[in-house]
């Protein structure tokens, strides 16, 4: 018999998918899927005979619904691995006494306050920050110390987070805000490179690490601009931050999941905390992972919430141990984007290529950190011949 399991799915239906092989084991597990109206496409109603179709926009009612479908058919795993869902699904595990991440821990994962005050608790540099719920808290802030950033404590993709670099500024930020106690958070604008580092924890024990440098900060989210990241070769600066990865883990006691730590190196050598999230990373970071390391970080993500045996070793596409594979996202310019054709890709060294004409909506405007028209995965042969690389295709962009 089939394992019943609850899979919550606010992405496009292939993302369940690598190519036409689906990452969900069907002849092991019987999916109950929830998901949104306009992501339905390409749902197969043999596999996916048990689909449920909720807006998304009510979270109380998905809940409801989610929970009435667990009781209902003896659900034995939940599956969510989309950032906003990461509490509903702990708390629909904990409410019915099922495997997987529970509520308090994924309450770490995902309120920036409580997780910043966690790690720096088990020795981990954090930021200079505090829960930002008034005016006093604003001024209690050491402004001589430079720019602030204003954010959601639950916040996903950089939306809505704002740099400020005075009093004054961020007390207009906040009065546009308006937002309750308890929601937002202000802590102090940190100066240097951000890491990234994807890693799968099971039982206590870590199967794989990958640290990748990005080439643009997550955050600086603009009409046109180019941003992604590239996985880096062995060396000091990725072992500490892989030390780091086990340090944020064991002070949030994550026993199983998936993994996306990010981290700053200023220019002085110093590692600073930044985030942490239990799940695969966004913006295609799981398929440069899977082309330099033969791991599927979303198959993982998936075998571990269903309570599942690992997925067997996928073989390595990059054909070098020492090949730099990375993803480059272009994101939308106010007007309507022109596809890259399979020759340009093919004279860019482009390995894969998403093309999606609906990033930024109707003003072809970028709403978050990895809206992108285009994506990239490609390689190179050092992390010099890949920013080569992704100089052109910038410049191949711009045209």
Not at 15 to 34: I, K, N
Not at 87 to 107: F, K, V
Request: glycine residues 10%; charged residues 25%; hydrophobic residues 40%.
């Amino acid at each position: 018999m089939r394992k019943p399991l609850l899979i919550i799915s606010r992405d496009p239906h292939h993302t369940l998918f690598d190519g036409t092989r689906c990452l969900l084991p069907l002849a092991d597990v019987e999916p109950h899927l929830v998901t949104n109206p306009w992501l339905t496409e390409g749902v197969d109603s043999g596999d996916f005979r048990h689909t449920t179709v909720c807006d998304f926009v009510d979270d109380d009612r998905v809940e409801q619904t989610c929970g009435w479908i667990v009781g209902a058919n003896g659900i034995r795993g939940i599956v969510a691995l989309h950032e906003k869902m990461v509490i509903m699904a702990a708390r629909l595990r904990t409410t019915h006494r099922l495997p997987g991440l529970q509520l308090d821990t994924a309450l770490l994962f995902r309120d920036k306050v409580r997780m910043k005050r966690a790690v720096h608790a088990h020795g981990v540099t954090v930021p200079d920050f505090r829960a930002l719920d008034d005016d006093g808290d604003l001024a209690a802030v050491d402004w001589s110390r430079g720019r602030q950033i204003i954010k959601p404590r639950r916040g996903v993709g950089s939306n809505q987070t704002y740099v400020v670099d005075s009093l004054a500024a961020a007390r207009e930020v906040w009065r546009r805000i308006g937002a309750p106690a308890g929601e937002y958070e202000i802590e102090e604008f940190v100066d240097g490179d951000m890491f990234h580092c994807d890693g799968i924890v099971r039982d206590g024990r870590v199967l794989h690490l990958s640290v990748g440098q990005y080439h643009a900060r997550p955050g600086n989210v603009a009409p046109g601009a180019v941003a992604g990241s590239f996985l880096l070769p062995d060396g000091p600066v990725a072992q500490r931050i892989a030390e780091m990865h086990g340090r944020v883990v064991d002070a949030l006691g994550l026993r199983s999941g998936v993994t996306h730590l990010e981290v700053f190196h200023t220019p002085e050598g110093r590692l600073v905390f930044c985030e942490i999230a239990a799940r695969p990373g966004g913006g295609g970071i799981d398929r440069m992972v899977l082309r330099r390391h033969g791991v599927h970080l979303r198959e993982a993500a998936i075998r571990i919430e269903a309570d599942l045996p690992p997925a067997p070793a996928h073989p390595q596409a990059s054909g070098s141990d020492h090949a730099v594979w990375g993803r480059v996202g272009i994101y939308p310019h106010g007007r309507a984007p022109t596809e890259f054709t399979a020759r340009e890709c093919g004279e860019l060294g482009v390995a894969e290529y998403e093309y999606r004409p609906s990033a930024g909506g109707s003003d072809h405007l970028p709403r978050h950190s990895t809206d992108y028209t285009h994506r990239f995965i490609l390689s190179g042969d050092s992390p010099a011949d890949f920013m080569a690389r992704v100089d052109h295709l910038r410049a191949v962009a711009a045209r």
